[in-house]
């Protein structure tokens, strides 16, 4: 396959950046997003060009490390995937691909497709948790008799990988189904009552400080989750909230 | 307790329930217009009981101001707050490919029923106002129903009215269901609560029309 590749390209935090157009060959259909980005990489340093900076870890989508906004959608044209597991198939010989990082004031470029998504570290941080005494009387979980359903739906909710999809393809820039699906994970377990009040205030309180977008619905968040984390969380989170809040 | 507009869910809370009884007030707004296509004689009644009641006119009329106030000032101060959180946008955005353009658009769709609220207050309340508290003329129960066929004798008008319920009902498409989202309705009601929310968009904006379209019709007619 023949691309051409649009490829956001900025010097650091302060610098303006700009689409830059590349050329590349020789794409396998079965090569991986990111592989395709490594073979343009080894091109762009024989030619002595900086090579384009991306996130990227396990390269077998549980990271939530790679985070690219790949013709207008988070993570490109597939669903269910993140950007390592996006293969070049999804595409066509001689299409052109824009690749750009995910955009929100509070994920600022640090280099090109690279994003600062501390600000997802400092919610769960404020109450993504539950305290638990280890010192040796810790209780076994398996031990503690738990509703199917909810802890179906707990699990699905612990599914999320943090990669932050959500916010970039958010018309708000909206934080809400991350930081739901960590208020919805423990709010479904008996482990994660005891501090479920300060839980979701603190959480939300967080968002709001990062500066995050409201939530207005769209529902987009949920269709580009590649771990199909449900709206359902959002909607749990806000009787959480009102809750916590009566109680407060 | 304490229920605090601080954060953000707490201000979509209050988005929805503003919204939830404006949308009690359309249908009651709906009720008492569509009187006027059967019988002249219940629309004026109706009419002069909401025009002359006390509790009509000094409690509910206010409440009803402050709602509609709050729902907009709110819904464009949550706008600049949306569009503020992303200072530099995507040369591609592909949003058509996760979410309708209405939920995408509310902004848009709500921005034309405000022109529309105030073409609507031109036309009728502030007339109306004028009518009772300024020039103090006295009290007729049967003028409503002329007042209102006279309103609609203009196609233009008339067309505008149908455009603005055009949006109303594209905003109501997504606002209602969304409401009830926003209050943490649980999704096994999702599927009922769209079938509402379509039934009641598109039905409460067509039956609008059709009221408006209706004296169009009889004033061509009559003369």
């Known amino acids: ?248 | 307790m304490s229920i605090k507009l601080g954060s953000s869910i707490m201000r979509k809370v209050a988005m929805a329930i503003s919204g939830l009884f404006l949308i009690i007030f359309l249908t009651q707004h709906f009720v008492i217009n569509i009187t006027s296509v059967f019988s002249e004689e219940i629309f004026n009644m109706f009419s002069h009981f909401m025009g002359n009641n006390f509790l009509v006119q000094f409690i509910a009329q206010p409440v009803l101001i402050v709602g509609v106030l709050f729902h907009f000032i709110m819904g464009f101060y949550l706008e600049w707050q949306n569009r503020s959180a992303r200072s530099v946008q995507y040369v591609v955005y592909k949003g058509s490919a996760n979410s309708s353009w209405i939920s995408r658009n509310m902004i848009v769709s709500g921005a034309v029923v405000l022109s529309f609220l105030v073409l609507h207050f031109y036309d009728f309340w502030i007339p109306e106002m004028k009518y009772k508290y300024v020039d103090i003329l006295p009290e007729d129960p049967n003028r409503y129903y002329e007042e209102l066929v006279h309103k609609f004798k203009d196609p233009i008008k008339v067309s505008l009215y149908c455009i603005s319920f055009l949006f109303l009902a594209l905003h109501l498409l997504h606002g209602f269901a969304s409401s009830f989202k926003s209050l943490g309705t649980a999704s096994k009601y999702y599927s009922t609560i769209s079938l509402i929310t379509k039934v009641y968009a598109i039905g409460i904006s067509l039956g609008f029309c059709f009221i408006a379209i209706f004296h169009l019709i009889g004033n061509f007619v009559t003369h």
């Open chain 1, 1 to 248: 396959m023949k691309l051409k590749l649009k490829i956001w390209r900025q010097e650091n935090s302060k610098s303006k950046g700009k689409m830059v157009l590349y050329d590349i060959d020789n794409v396998s259909p079965d090569m991986s997003f990111l592989e395709m980005m490594d073979v343009l990489n080894e091109e762009l340093m024989i030619k002595g060009i900086d090579p384009v900076a991306f996130d990227h870890d396990c390269r077998e989508g549980i990271c939530g490390s790679c985070s690219m906004f790949i013709n207008g959608e988070a993570h490109g044209p597939d669903r269910y995937v993140t950007t390592c597991q996006l293969h070049m198939r999804k595409f066509k010989d001689g299409d052109t691909i824009y690749i750009e990082p995910f955009r929100a004031k509070t994920f600022p470029v640090i280099k090109d497709l690279v994003v600062d998504r501390t600000a997802f570290d400092r919610i769960q941080h404020s109450g993504g948790f539950i305290s638990v005494n280890t010192s040796g009387n810790t209780q076994d979980a398996n031990s503690i008799p738990i509703e199917k359903a909810n802890a179906d739906k707990a699990f699905d909710a612990a599914t999320c990988i943090g990669c932050g999809a959500c916010v970039a393809t958010c018309k708000n820039s909206s934080a809400m189904l991350f930081v739901s699906a960590k208020v919805s994970q423990f709010a479904l377990l008996p482990q994660g009552e005891v501090e479920a009040t300060d839980r979701v205030i603190n959480m939300v309180k967080q968002m709001d400080e990062e500066g995050f977008g409201n939530c207005t619905n769209t529902g987009a968040c949920q269709v580009e989750c590649p771990k199909g984390i449900s709206l359902d969380n959002i909607a749990r989170m806000n009787r959480e909230l009102v809750k916590a809040q009566l109680k407060k």
